[in-house]
């Protein structure tokens, strides 16, 4: 998963044509990479997994 997630964030930043990885490029991919890998065991159905990723992207700080 997070090799994925790794090369998913490396193409979206040569797609900016750079050749380093910012943490808005992991963000931008992250939800793509992982929400369909989270299994949730909920009593409320119309929660995703998209909104669950974006949820923790939002709430966890980017380390600096």
Known sequence: VLFRSRRGAQAWAAM???AF?????VQAV???????RVLLATA???VTGAQ???GLLQTVPVPL
């Open 52 to 54: 669950v990723v974006a």
């Open 21 to 25: 990885v910012t943490p808005d490029d």
């Open 44 to 46: 409320r159905p119309d």
């Open 30 to 36: 992250a939800g793509a990479a992982l929400a369909h």
């Open 16 to 18: 900016a044509r750079r």
